[in-house]
DNA sequence: AGACTTTTAAATGTCTGACAAATGAAAATC
DNA sequence: GATTTTCATTTGTCAGACATTTAAAAGTCT
């Protein structure tokens, strides 16, 4: 591992990639304890705060985790699904607000990969995601739900027709694309009769999923994304109507303090 | 933004969380410049060094940027489809390489996702990519190829199928899964006779999205997943075989280098 | 006045040295 | 033998300093 002071990158930089290059290699593995931060500020002839930058670094994307204390240090992280699936929303929801992709981009990819699910759900049939499927369409059709509720029941329903594929990897997979999309998604406000559109449709998929019906689960689909994509639009042309009825049109703010 | 310094969790990742909250909220917009590390030392009330390594964190994320200099400092760093992506592989490597995941899981995830883009990508068919299947089927077809060098082509190939569906969400998505078998696919060592058999398919498939034939071409990548799975069994058979000939069966190895 | 050079201030990158806190092992004690 | 105490090791944090980079501002020459 050698580290070159007159490069541009940050030594931290440099360091953490040889780390992880090893790691990702295989040359340490899971649960290997790596040498402490004096050791290693001395194998790379650095100051310790530099190895500790880099190991930070590292401990960012989940690669390592510290413990403190006698027999303590850094070790190689087993990177379970749940990590790697924070990783990926956090990722996809960047990627998706700093890009202006249009709605109906990410709509697009969205149903193509859940549509990819649909046949393995209904051949395996998991009686566990299903009774998430029929609990989340019952929760949709009450009356008092907010708008922010509705949405995170349609997460659920969706993640539970992903899950039933019983595929981790899957999973994995499309449930980054799936919530990273929810914020896209609150943007649009339901009315009464969007949600008893959307119920339908929801319990239209579950039974054809039921019926082991793969091919009319798929065509449900492609309607669910057509009826989806149309509120979307119906949200998004009032909203340019009432900026434009009181100014010229700002950059979409979020406030925050 | 209050920092509870009685956390278990340690000072400069609770800083990191603040300020990726920050950003994920839209709090601090692209590009924006972050305070100088003085100034945020000061507002959090801890030292610089811990400052530091909370922007390391974030750097690894590809969240922020830094320059030196005066009005130098750090950035809200503008995510790209490229820098989202090789994190995407980064993590999925690891995941499969740490999960002992079948080669079947893998597998059968992949090709769900491929089967998804196969009827956009037919039905758009860009020249783009239809020229580098063509490349690619050409290349495959030289008997003096290496295995890696075929897995490479192979890559390449599927890659220009998924980005031929023109959607970038999608793109981006799936490259992540189908570089991340890599890898696995690596173990493979293919005979003149499966080779054959691969081109033939991949042409089969090219056919198909020219004749924007999308149920054909999803055939015939189910053809493939079950060619691929058949091909990889043979391999791992083989090696059972000479691993219980020589000693007790261990974990199933990957060798690096 | 305009173009070029030099200065300078601000910011990150790095180092040294130090202390605090946690933690498990070993030693001491009951 | 069981419990408590001590202790060494390692990470977490801090303070202060210097090096390096960078662009704006000031100065200088034509």
């Given at each position: 591992?050698?580290?070159?002071?007159?490069s541009n990158a940050a030594l931290s930089a440099q360091i953490a990639k040889a780390i992880r290059d090893a790691i990702i290699s295989g040359a340490l593995i899971v649960d290997e304890r790596?040498?402490?931060?004096a050791e290693l500020a001395e194998h790379f002839d650095v100051s310790r705060p530099t190895i500790r930058e880099a190991l930070k670094r590292l401990?960012?994307?989940?690669?390592?985790r510290t413990q403190r204390g006698a027999f303590g240090g850094a070790f190689v992280r087993h990177l379970s699904y749940e990590d790697a699936r924070e990783q990926l929303v956090t990722t996809s929801t960047l990627l998706l607000s700093m890009n202006d992709i249009s709605f109906d981009t990410a709509c697009e990819a969205r149903f193509a990969l859940e549509r990819a699910c649909a046949p393995m759900t209904?051949?395996?049939?998991?009686?566990?995601?299903?009774a998430i499927m029929r609990r989340e369409i019952k929760?949709?059709?009450?009356?008092?739900?907010?708008?922010?509720?509705?949405?995170?029941?349609?997460?659920?329903?969706?993640?539970?027709?992903?899950?039933?594929a019983q595929?981790?990897?899957?999973?994995?997979?499309?449930?980054?694309?799936i919530e990273?999309?929810?914020?896209?998604?609150?943007m649009i406000t339901f009315t009464a009769r969007s949600r008893a559109e959307i119920v339908e449709i929801h319990t239209s998929i579950l039974d054809a999923i039921v019926a082991r019906d793969s091919e009319r689960a798929t065509e449900i689909l492609?309607?669910?994304?057509?009826v989806t994509k149309r509120l979307a639009h119906s949200v998004m042309d009032a909203k340019a109507v009432a900026i434009a009825k009181k100014e010229k049109p700002e950059v979409a703010q979020v406030s925050a303090e």
């Open positions: 591992m050698k580290i070159d002071p007159d790596l040498p402490s931060e401990a960012a994307q989940s690669l390592i209904a051949a395996r049939r998991e009686p566990a995601q299903l929760r949709q059709s009450e009356a008092d739900l907010t708008d922010e509720a509705f949405c995170a029941s349609d997460v659920a329903f969706h993640r539970a027709l992903v899950d039933g595929n981790p990897v899957l999973s994995y997979q499309l449930s980054g694309s990273a999309m929810q914020p896209l998604m609150n492609e309607q669910l994304e057509r």
